[in-house]
């Protein structure tokens, strides 16, 4: 696959970072006094993984009306974030020898996340990763979601860009059908801690399964 320009996710697809849930819910359950068989529903857990982090804590406070004000709340989740990125976050198998390999073919790279930029510059310096990207971009900034294309069309704009002439990598079957739908090519990230891997590996041109790595894509996408 020919390319112009990369755009890449970060969490689960570049660092591996995922499990953050199974173990905010459990420190959730423990800290505001659930109990140890409290578990989050499925569908409830899938939906706020995509969406922005300040949204999720609304919809958690919201959703389980834990015994403390949102403003306290907020502050336990957002330092949780900041604890769990700094110490227990670690780049992918196969991230940094592809990323090698784009660079030395001269193809310009950023960092697309619904994650806000604060936490992924911190986290892509922390992990040695910030130097292969020319930008971050976030969801954030723009207000939505990654159901909405609006993060990939300005990755795009920023590399100078048509879509169709950019790769998504991506480790979310909804971000992945997002970016398939602007006509930008699509890799799928296979990660264990996330959900649907059907329906990424539909959207995926190129879809990384497990055991294998983005390693695996030297000399494929160039």
């Not at 459990?26 to 706020?48: L, T």
């Not at 993060?151 to 998504?168: F, H, I």
Request: aromatic content about 14%; overall charge negative.
């Amino acid at each position: 696959m020919k390319i112009h320009g990369a755009i890449f996710d970060m969490d689960g697809t570049l660092i591996d970072s995922l499990f953050y849930w199974k173990e905010y819910w459990r420190d959730f359950a423990e800290k505001y006094g659930f109990g140890k068989e409290f578990s989050v529903s499925p569908q409830f857990d899938a939906r706020v993984r995509t969406m922005i982090y300040s949204e999720v804590i609304q919809e958690i406070y919201k959703e389980y009306k834990p015994n403390t004000s949102l403003a306290d709340f907020t502050q336990y989740s957002l330092r949780y974030l900041d604890v769990f990125y700094e110490t227990r976050t670690y780049v992918k198998d196969g991230v940094i020898e592809f990323l090698d390999s784009l660079k030395q073919c001269g193809i310009p790279m950023c960092v697309a996340s619904a994650t806000g930029q604060k936490h992924v510059l911190a986290v892509l310096k922390h992990l040695g990763l910030i130097d292969y990207f020319d930008f971050v971009v976030s969801c954030v900034d723009l207000g939505v979601d990654k159901s909405m294309p609006d993060v990939y069309e300005l990755a795009a704009k920023r590399l100078g860009l048509a879509p169709d002439q950019t790769c998504v990598f991506e480790d979310s079957y909804v971000a992945l059908e997002t970016a398939k739908r602007l006509g930008c090519h699509t890799v799928g990230v296979f990660d264990p801690n996330n959900y649907s891997q059907d329906r990424l590996c539909r959207a995926a041109e190129i879809y990384i399964a497990d055991g294998a790595s983005m390693a695996d894509l030297i000399g494929v996408i160039h």
